[in-house]
Every structure is written in C-alpha cells, then in structure tokens.
RNA sequence: GGCGGCGUAGCUCAGCGGUAGAGCAGGAGAAUCAUAAUCUCUUGGUCGGUGGUUCAAAUCCGCCCGCCGCUACCA
C-alpha cells in the first residue's frame, strides 16, 4: 500500500486570463507531485477555478453573459493553461459543480448544528465603487463632509443581515494548533505574520452576503450566498470526497500540502483549519506561501503592460527551461526578478553547457568507442568511487529539500554533482585513455552513464520531456525511472540509441 | 504608529562567536571527447553606519540610516 499524499493549487480566480504568476504556482506544485509519484507515493494532484462571487457576476454582466457561460469561457482558459504547462493534475474542480455545492451545503451545516455559525448583522462603510468595506480610521472627510475611501470612492453606512462563524472563539485553538505543528506554515517569516496577527485578535467572520446572487445559497435561507472564501476553501475536501467520509477519495484528506500565493495565505491559515477544526473536520498538514515575479522590480500589471504570458515563454524557450529557470533562480517563498537575460544565462550556462553537453561528450564517446552499447561497470578507483557515491547521495539530499518545497536548493545540490562529473571526465581524460588503455577507458563511461542516469533521474519532476529524452538515450526502460529503480544497474551491452543533443544553447537572434 | 525581516565580492545569495564563502561576471593557463562546450588557477569585500559585550563579532546587544513584509472581511 503506498502512501498517499494529496497536493493542491489555489483555484484560480475566473474574473482574468491566466498570467505567469499562475503558471508558478500550479508548475511549483506539478514538481512535486511528480516527485512524489517517482518517490513511490499514491499522489493525488488537484488544481481548479474559482468561479463565484460580485466580481465575476459583474465581469459576466459587463459582457452581456450569463456567470454560468462567463465562467465556464475562463474555467476553460485555465484548463487550457494547465495543459500547456505540462500539468500532471489527477483532477480539475470547479465551484459551480454540483458536488461542490453539495459539500459546501454539507460543512454549513454541520457548523450550524456546532453552534459555530450564528445570524448577526453586518454593518460598515461601504463603497459601491470599491465593492469593499472599510474601517472608519481607513477613510478620509473631504472639506464638502462626506467620507471617502483611500481609493477616493465615496463610502455609505450600510447595514445588512449577516451569518457570522466565531472565528472569535478560535484564536487560542489557532495558536496552539501552530505551536503543536511548526512546519503547518512555510515559510518561517510568514509563519510569524500569521501568528502575529492571531494574536492580535480575531474578530468573527463574516461568512454570507446578501448584496449579490452568484454564489452557493445559503441552506435554508437563500435570501444569503456563501462567502466566496468560505466556498473556495471547501473545494479542496470537495474533491477529497467530502462529504462522503467512507468513499476511497476521502483517505486522501488531510491535505499534505496546500501551495499558495503570499496574498492568500491568510485564509489558508487562520479561517480554513478554523473551519474544518469547528467542523471537526482535521485540517491541512501545511500551507506554503510563495512570493510573487517581477520584472525590473515592478510587480506585473496590464497597464504597465509587462505582463509575462507563460505560452509566449515557453514557445520562445521552451517549457521545461522554464519551469527549470521558474523553481532555480529564487529561493521558493522569495519574490524574484524575472529577466530573460537571467533565463538564458541559466539555459546556456546550466542546461546546455554543464548538463547537456556533459550528456552529450558522454554519449558520444560511448557512441564512438563502445560500439553503442552501455559498458559493464568495472573495476572502480577512488575517484570513480567518490563521483557515484556523491550522485548516490543525491536523493536523499533532494528529498530533504523536497519536504520543505526548497526547490532551488534541490537543484544546486544536483548542479554540485554535474559539476564533479565535468571535472571528473576531464580529469580521468576517456579520449586519452583511448590509445592506451581502452578498458578503463569503458569503466570511466560507465560511471558517468551512472551519474548521468542519477542525475537525469531526479530531474524528471522539473523536466519532464528534456529527461525523458535523456534517460531514452542512456536506455533506461520507461518503466525503470522511479527513484526506486536507481538502485538497480542498467543492464550492461545495450544498444543505446545516436545522441542527441537534449539542451541546444539559446542565440539571440540578430537585430 | 505597532510587530517582524533584510542590508556580506560587479550581480544573485550562503555563512550567524573562533584566520571572509559559492554560483555568475572579469583575468591567466590547460585540454581538444563534446552543443566554441569543459577543467585548473586567479582578481575582487575595512560583511549598511556607529557604540558596546567578549580573549575573539558578518555572527550577540543598543542606537542610527536605507529597503521590505504583516497590521482581516474584493478575491
């Protein structure tokens, strides 16, 4: 029986196309749940859109559609995203499905019948403009005496009948819960702001709306929607199966890991463990919140139009050179600066000139002295010793790494050993040890086909096609990538087919 | 304003009490199997400033300067 291990995107937010800050997270989390499958885990991978709420029925309306059909254009857009980008999603959930709306009926009730779900009213300055409501130190008087709202939109005092869950009563149980489980929010400086604002003091929550329709109705007072929040977190137990606590799908939840933006991380730490712990439901083992790109330090946005188009960079470099150079260049958690320049010196550098060409000079003299055929692993030396023990080192490096979605180091501590092989081949000269001595000269290709194996290997979960293309020539079978089967040898005296050079460097076409 | 973080080589960052480190960029040499790729050596920093604790401080403490994050109900 294999481990489960249960790894989700935010759902997207359908009132906008997909951008590159998307394809980051759902790319981050594709790496891992490919990792997990290749460490031996039953991986279940979801990913979805949020489909709910003013904005969107405001965005449907000012483009004379129906939600309904609105949302199912730009559902369809972030499907189309998802597949484009090489995603290994087990599932694609939608709000407007009928089984989420049935176990977001589900939880409602169950924290009504808790008590922790109560009708209230809400009442506060509101701007029609901003559709949002503010606190009164939040505004400002204009000399005329009518309030307005940092953006400058005029604000009213509106009262409107509310449900409230006690987010109140939670505040103690959320700080013990995150002193009980250290490594539920990544990174640690988000950790502390999430903690420091618990203890701030939490004030309860207002969790349906009456000022607009699309939404999932209230059960037994449809005159209110769910909040979108409390409707979007549900639908990570909703394709665990909720409420069906016996179905197969349930033995997924709790959630493993549940990848966010930084800007979300709030209503996946404090608001969703409260709900599923006062709907006595366990809640996620964590929550990583990572940073945002930017380019030439301002953040994306339409109007500056510098907004990163993942298709227009993955055609232009490539798909896997770019989830590569996406998890490499920043620590994960981090912000970071996107630049092309910054992407093809990582595609030339790292890719073509240290692991593709390091491949390639392998494989040729394989090609060209071994008549094509993999060596036998020979006698070893220190050295050979010392270079296979370091790529055998590696999954368990990469593991560790793995486990705290530090995929930058992962990759360094798989670059530390691409470098040894380069210097290893260089030192032990096999275009030398030709003339003199043409049986070490197979042992030493042996061992870098090893290395290179290892290396390509664990790079499956980052690049999918650019390994397969690689373990294809160094003839590991397709059913022979799992991180298990590395501690098996190739079988020595396969044919291994021409080499091909898998990483091409990246010219800068003339002006 | 409050809480928290950061400021180390040209660039991106690691180190967090005991003779300043990595990768990239720059310089010199070697090799020629390979995608003009690779390897070796090397230039380069008074570790933001300033006081203090200590035999010893990027590393601990105080203050100052500069950046950044969080400070709830659009999602």
Request: charged share 25%.
């Amino acid at each position: 029986m294999k481990p489960k291990y249960y790894i989700t995107t935010p759902i997207y937010y359908v009132n906008g196309a997909p951008h590159i800050g998307h394809a980051y997270t759902t790319i981050a989390c594709d790496v891992m749940a490919r990792f997990k499958r290749l460490d031996g885990f039953d991986v279940f991978f979801l990913t979805g859109t949020d489909e709910h709420g003013q904005k969107v029925e405001q965005a449907a309306a000012a483009a004379g559609m129906s939600p309904q059909a609105f949302t199912d254009g730009t559902s369809d857009l972030f499907k189309a995203m998802t597949q484009r980008v090489g995603i290994s999603n087990d599932d694609f959930i939608r709000t407007t499905e009928e089984r989420h709306k049935l176990a977001c009926a589900e939880l409602w009730k169950r924290l009504v019948d808790r008590g922790e779900i109560y009708l209230g009213g809400y009442e506060g300055w509101y701007a029609v403009r901003d559709e949002a409501f503010y606190d009164e130190d939040e505004l400002t008087t204009r000399p005329d005496g009518t309030r307005v709202a940092p953006s400058g939109a005029p604000v009213e005092w509106v009262v409107e009948p509310s449900y409230f869950f006690r987010l109140s009563a939670w505040q103690e149980r959320l700080l013990a819960f995150y002193d009980a489980h250290p490594d539920f929010i990544a990174p640690n400086s988000r950790r502390n702001e999430v903690t420091s604002f618990v203890k701030s003091g939490l004030r309860d929550l207002s969790v349906s709306r009456t000022s607009f329709k699309w939404g999932i109705p209230v059960p037994g007072d449809p005159a209110h929607v769910m909040y979108v929040w409390m409707d979007a977190l549900t639908n990570y137990i909703t394709a665990a199966g909720f409420p069906d606590e016996g179905s197969a799908k349930w033995a997924f939840w709790p959630a493993d890991l549940h990848m966010v933006g930084k800007d979300i991380l709030r209503f996946h730490a404090v608001y969703w463990p409260a709900f599923l712990m006062a709907a006595g439901i366990a809640p996620p083992k964590r929550v990583f919140a990572h940073g945002w790109w930017t380019v030439a330090g301002e953040k994306m946005s339409k109007s500056l139009g510098n907004v990163l188009d993942p298709q227009e960079l993955s055609d232009s470099y490539g798909l896997d050179s770019l989830r590569y150079f996406l998890l490499r260049e920043v620590p994960f958690g981090n912000d970071g600066t996107f630049s092309r320049k910054a992407l093809i010196s990582r595609l030339n550098v790292e890719l073509a000139n240290d692991l593709g060409n390091l491949a390639q000079r392998s494989l040729s003299l394989i090609a060209r002295n071994c008549e094509g055929r993999l060596p036998d692993q020979g006698a070893r030396t220190e050295d050979d010793a010392e270079i296979l023990a370091a790529a055998a080192a590696l999954l368990p490096a990469v593991r560790t790494q793995m486990e705290r979605q530090g995929f930058g180091d992962a990759l360094e501590e798989i670059w530390r050993v691409i470098r040894a092989a380069n210097a290893y081949i260089d030192r032990q000269a096999p275009w030398a040890l030709r003339k003199t001595d043409v049986v070490r000269m197979a042992d030493v290709l042996r061992v870098l086909a090893d290395v290179i194996r290892s290396v390509a290997t664990l790079l499956q979960p980052v690049m999918p096609e650019k390994t397969a293309a690689m373990l294809d020539q160094l003839g590991v079978p397709a059913d022979g990538r799992d991180f298990a089967a590395l501690a098996t040898p190739l079988p020595a005296g396969t044919v291994l087919p021409p080499p091909a050079g898998v990483f091409p460097r990246f010219v800068e076409e003339a002006e």
